[in-house]
């Protein structure tokens, strides 16, 4: 390690006594804010933008077009920004942004330690002696810059390995082996919950997938599900059946689409109780790919009452990412189960009603509905 280096990391060690640095204000978002607009490259290596229209982050330099200000959200790290589910923008190459806070430098180290595939991802006292802090300290850290804590970046990434490794075609041993699994055991049991199908079924993009799918009239809409023999991979309103299939059909083009009304009339009758406020619980086994972020706002979401709402800041903080808000709405706008996963019962700081992948219209008479019921 370089001189610099190491003085920096033990000044980065005398801090650890301090606070842990505060939540982003709004003014220091603002502060973010004009720096994008002026491109101010200063600004590089200090934070980056993500814009939830997109789904793309960018460096605050980046001479892309710039979009609305509401769409915008800022992240310490590049590592952050794609953990929330943002790709890195082609044009100007925000993750290879030279990084200014030593201590972003360490993350951003460990980062690149776990994403080795060639041995297992090093435990928290390894990194943490590796950045020079105690593991307390350096575990607080990461999941304060990253989101999530460095064994759960370690899966996610895995994961991410896997995916990448099927796509290109390879079979499914290659592809376990080539992710870092040592068992086929160990990829089947994590597989579901991020692929929502076994390895070998989304290495062909659904092909050879049966989609069970039914619909049932609803006062806000047509409503429809699809499933697989895990559970259930889609739920949403549409307003006719074209509408409905063509949803069904856009997750995975190449599986086998099969009405099966009578299959599925259990999970029917179980959502149009709830909605009519006869079943105030709804638990119906799910089927669907996830980020660890995307799971972890999903589950704040069901634990939200019936009849009660919360805004987007509020589940932010109650996942311990305070300033995560605008990923925090990326992940509800990208629930594939309506209803299921209750994404209408977040709205705005102020009460007002964001968003709706299913209309906002439908939003604001579904909490009509549940709060007089």
């Known amino acids: ?44 290596g200090h934070f980056v933008y993500a814009v939830s229209s997109t789904g793309i982050y960018c460096r605050p330099s980046c001479p892309s077009r710039k979009p609305k200000r509401e769409n915008i959200g800022f992240y310490e790290l590049p590592e952050a920004a794609e953990q929330a589910g943002f790709r890195a923008c082609k044009r100007c190459r925000p993750e290879q942004a030279a990084l200014a806070d030593p201590r972003m ?16 991802a090093p435990d928290l006292e390894t990194l943490a002696a590796g950045a020079g802090l105690s593991p307390f300290h350096f575990q607080r850290l990461f999941k304060q810059l990253v989101g999530v804590t460095p064994k ?27 992710a870092g699994y040592g068992s086929s055991s160990r990829l089947y049991e994590k597989a579901g919950d991020y692929l929502g199908m076994t390895p070998a079924v989304y290495r062909k993009g659904g092909e050879g997938m049966a989609l069970g799918y039914a619909m049932a009239e609803t006062a806000f809409g047509l409503l429809y599900v699809g499933a697989t023999e895990r ?35 259990p999970a029917l009758a179980a959502i149009l109780a709830h909605l009519d406020g006869r079943s105030p619980h709804l638990d119906l086994p799910l089927d669907i790919r996830a980020t660890a972020f995307q799971h972890q706002v999903w589950e704040a979401l069901r634990a939200i009452p019936r009849g009660e709402t919360r805004s987007y800041s ?15 709405a990326r992940a509800c706008a990208t629930n594939p189960a309506a209803l299921v996963i209750p994404c209408h019962r977040a709205v705005r700081q102020d009460g007002s009603l964001a968003g709706y992948r299913w209309g906002i219209d439908r939003k604001r008479r579904l909490l009509a509905q549940e709060r007089k019921v």
């Not at 430098?105 to 297992?120: D, F, K, L, N, S």
């Not at 559970?231 to 074209?242: E, K, Y």
């Not at 903080?317 to 808000?325: D, I, Q, S, T």
Request: glycine content about 4%.
């Open 231 to 265: 559970g259930l991979c889609a739920v949403g309103l549409a307003d006719d059946a074209n509408e409905a299939l063509a949803d069904l059909a856009a997750e995975f083009p190449k599986a086998a689409r099969v009405p099966d009304q009578q299959g599925l009339a």
């Open 1 to 44: 390690m370089k001189r610099d280096d190491e003085e920096k990391i033990m000044r980065a060690q005398r801090q650890e006594a301090a606070p842990q640095r505060a939540v982003m204000q709004p003014a220091d978002e603002e502060a973010r804010w004009l720096q994008v607009l002026a491109r101010d490259s200063d600004a590089d």
């Open 152 to 178: 759960q970046y370690a899966e996610a990434r895995r994961q991410a390995r896997l995916r990448h490794h099927l796509r290109k075609g390879e079979d499914v041993a290659s592809a376990l082996y080539g």
């Open 314 to 328: 509020e589940i932010a903080a109650a996942l311990g990412r305070p300033a995560a808000v605008r990923a925090v």
């Open 105 to 120: 430098v360490a993350v951003r180290r460990a980062c690149r330690e776990i994403e080795r595939t060639e041995q297992p």
